[in-house]
């Protein structure tokens, strides 16, 4: 799939991130081709959320730049979609499940600013597609989180982007809904679509993923899953060896903050 | 529709400032004042009225995303801390000019917004303590002021300490087209912006990625408020014009559950308690507004609290009522089939009869207690009781229950002995209780599941579809648990 043509999907050059002060994030190199299903992988604090969150505008960039498709982020955002962690939202919120679908077609208001009828048939296809059409007017918080994953996705099916970037779309979902999910992923992935998946689970990254990211304050290794995926690797990115960096990193940042040491 | 009308009634009452003071008849009874107050003849009570209305609707409608985003504490914060600008707005005119007064609440809002995102971006304090914190210096900052501007001969008869607590009677012209200006200006934008602003509630960071102007809309609608607790300050009062925006949209977050509804009916509710507000403040002859408007807003609360449809306390506590007395009803109706059962008589005939002493032996209590079952059973229609009360007879739509609960019964007894591998003597317990709660669709699920068995794990007969519905479709009002 990969084509030397096409600039990467995406793309980060010397990325620094710091969350809270400390670095989380620390020069990071990546590039993902177009048409990939891709795995980003690492330990708790690895900066995994903090990359996506970064490269979407989400979180200040210390240093480096990000670009998708070749350009910044602001000329192609209708390409990119963005699947944020269950927990970022408030599933009390009194919406319902196609109103939350339907936020994926927020990006293409005119200026009355109301999603129309094809809005709605999108949105109502989407949920078609992750099976669950039948909810469609339930408030959300009636769901199980199976299920409030398949409304993100079907969420961002609706968005009719190039590119996803998914935090911990496995997170608390049930086997079948994982099941479900990533036959859509692959199903994705075939339409020519781009996916960058943060992943926790690495007993499945090898079969779900055709490339790996590992990810450790920076990346330790990026490539085809049956390159990356290897011992070596594996401990590299999660047996610590980079602490040394990272207080080292967040004593340099204190320093500049003017906080005494 | 209601807003627009007040607009129209205001325009042809001409701006009667001087009449400022609604209530000042004194020696009326409450019910003269009553009648006066409904005759709307009163062009001061009228402008009060008005003004109140529009400031319950205003801050109803902007107190929805107030609390769907938690920000309530910001709404306080922000009530409390114009109150030093109020007074330098005053000094500064030397007279209650509202645009001054406007103009010096948004700068005091501004400063302490300004002082909390500073706070907020530079010590590790938490959100409560800044807003806390800002609260209450700039509020107190402003009673000193205030305190001040009272001792100066221009002063004393300002008018100014109505901003404590709000005086809805001593709104002028001026006051309530501001506040119409206001009002209208909150309708149009979240008419307008309805979806962008869902975007922002619901989450923030989603709608930065698709593009949305994030910072301006929560500026928007953060000036909107601003702009809501200022003109409403007079009407209602420093210290309790937040809960004009958390009041009315807390009671209305008990109700509903979708955005628009809520919107809607917490604007509603604000217009209600603002109006009872008033009318309170009337009554008592010029009692305060704020208080009166937030005691209305706070018996709606309770009652949506005590009764609303869904989560109401008095609500589940009469449905969980109501479902024991169908599960006891149903339990009786068991039980006599039971009896017929052992006769060798069950779905033989409709025509045979229970005595009550074989039903209160079957369900192990006194005769007394099955006589109060039976009579229930009766009630509903379900049974029904020979002449001298001592034997019992199903109706054709209690045998059908009756068929129905058993069946549920045994189902569920045979599922669990299956599929879940419990033993046979352990599920009976689990049995009385999901037979109330099964759905028709879950039974026929049971059914098609265990491939339509025809006896229980005990050996006793399942009744069977047709002999359930063959009678005709006649259920309890409510249906056999399936709510």
């Known amino acids: 799939m990969t084509n030397n043509e096409m600039p990467p999907a995406l793309e980060l050059h010397d990325v620094s991130v710091s969350y809270h002060k400390k670095p989380v994030l620390y020069g990071v190199d990546m590039a993902l081709p177009a048409g990939s299903l891709a795995g980003l992988i690492g330990p708790n604090g690895a900066g995994k959320s903090t990359l996506i969150k970064a490269a979407m505008g989400l979180l200040p960039v210390h240093s480096g730049w990000v670009k998708f498709f070749g350009e910044p982020l602001e000329g192609v955002r209708k390409r990119v979609g963005y699947v944020p962690q269950r927990e970022e939202v408030d599933w009390d919120f009194p919406v319902s499940v196609m109103d939350v679908v339907l936020m994926g077609r927020y990006g293409h208001l005119g200026w009355l600013r109301r999603p129309g009828k094809a809005d709605r048939r999108v949105a109502e296809e989407s949920l078609e597609k992750v099976g669950m059409l039948p909810f469609r007017d339930r408030q959300i918080s009636n769901l199980s989180g199976g299920q409030q994953q398949r409304v993100f996705l079907a969420r961002a099916l609706a968005q009719d982007s190039d590119l996803y970037l998914m935090d911990e779309p496995f997170a608390g979902v049930d086997a079948a809904t994982e099941k479900a999910i990533i036959t859509l992923l692959k199903e994705w992935r075939e339409k020519g679509k781009t996916i960058l998946v943060v992943h926790h689970d690495l007993t499945t990254a090898r079969d779900y993923y055709d490339r790996l990211v590992l990810l450790n304050m920076r990346v330790v290794a990026s490539g085809p899953t049956a390159d990356v995926f290897t011992m070596e690797l594996l401990q590299k990115t999660y047996g610590g060896r980079l602490t040394i960096l990272s207080d080292v990193a967040a004593e340099a940042q204190r320093a500049e903050d003017g906080v005494k040491i | ?483």
């Open chain 2, 1 to 483: 529709m209601r807003f627009l009308i007040l607009i129209a009634l205001l325009l042809l009452t001409e701006g009667s400032a001087n009449a400022s003071r609604i209530g000042d008849v004194g020696e009326v009874d409450a019910w003269g004042q009553a009648v006066r107050f409904f005759s709307f003849q009163d062009a001061s009570l009228r402008l009060a009225l008005a003004g109140a209305l529009l400031v319950g609707l205003n801050c109803g409608l902007l107190g929805g995303y107030v609390v769907v985003r938690r920000m309530a504490l910001v709404g306080d914060m922000l009530s409390h801390a114009v109150l030093p600008g109020i007074v330098l707005g005053f000094l500064w005119a030397q007279t209650k000019d509202p645009v001054a007064i406007l103009i010096g609440a948004l700068l005091a809002g501004a400063a302490a917004t300004g002082v909390s995102s500073l706070l907020a971006r530079t010590t590790r304090l938490k959100p409560d303590a800044i807003q806390g914190l800002v609260l209450a210096s700039f509020y107190g900052v402003g009673i000193c002021l205030l305190g001040l501007v009272q001792n100066l001969p221009t002063g004393a008869k300002s008018g100014l300490d109505k901003f404590l607590f709000g005086q809805a009677a001593g709104l002028s012209g001026n006051d309530v087209m501001m506040m119409a200006v206001a009002t209208g200006l909150s309708l149009v934008l979240v008419g307008w912006l309805y979806h962008d602003l869902l975007a922002l509630s619901f989450h923030r960071g989603f709608g930065q990625t698709l593009g949305l102007k994030m910072g301006l809309l929560h500026g928007v609608i953060m000036l909107l408020t601003a702009f809501a607790i200022i003109v409403a300050m007079q009407a209602v009062g420093v210290v309790l014009v937040s809960a004009m925006l958390i009041i009315p949209a807390a009671t209305a977050y008990l109700l509903t559950d979708r955005m628009h509804r809520l919107l809607g009916l917490s604007a509603v509710l604000g217009m209600a308690a603002a109006g009872v507000g008033a009318f309170g403040s009337f009554l008592g002859n010029n009692l305060p507004t704020g208080p009166l408007m937030v005691l209305a807003g706070a018996l709606f609360f309770a009652a949506a609290f005590l009764f609303s449809p869904r989560h109401g306390w008095v609500t589940r506590v009469l449905r969980q009522r109501r479902r024991r007395a169908r599960a006891e009803r149903e339990n009786t109706l068991k039980a006599m089939h039971r009896v017929l059962e052992d006769h060798g008589l069950a779905g033989v005939s409709v025509r045979e009869g229970v005595t009550l002493a074989e039903l209160s032996a079957q369900r192990r209590e006194s005769v007394g207690e099955s006589g109060e079952r039976v009579r229930d059973l009766v009630r509903a229609g379900l049974a029904t009781v020979s002449q001298d009360g001592h034997i019992l007879f199903f109706t054709p739509a209690g045998e059908q229950r009756a068929r129905a609960i058993v069946r549920n019964h045994r189902l569920w007894e045979l599922y669990l002995t299956h599929a879940a591998s419990f033993s046979p003597d352990h599920v009976h317990d689990q049995a009385e209780e999901i037979e109330h709660v099964l759905g028709e669709e879950t039974v026929r699920q049971l059914s098609r599941r265990l491939d339509f068995p025809e006896v229980d794990p005990h050996g006793r007969p399942i009744p069977t579809v047709d002999a359930i519905h063959g009678v005709g479709a006649a259920t309890e009002k409510g249906g056999l648990g399936y709510q």
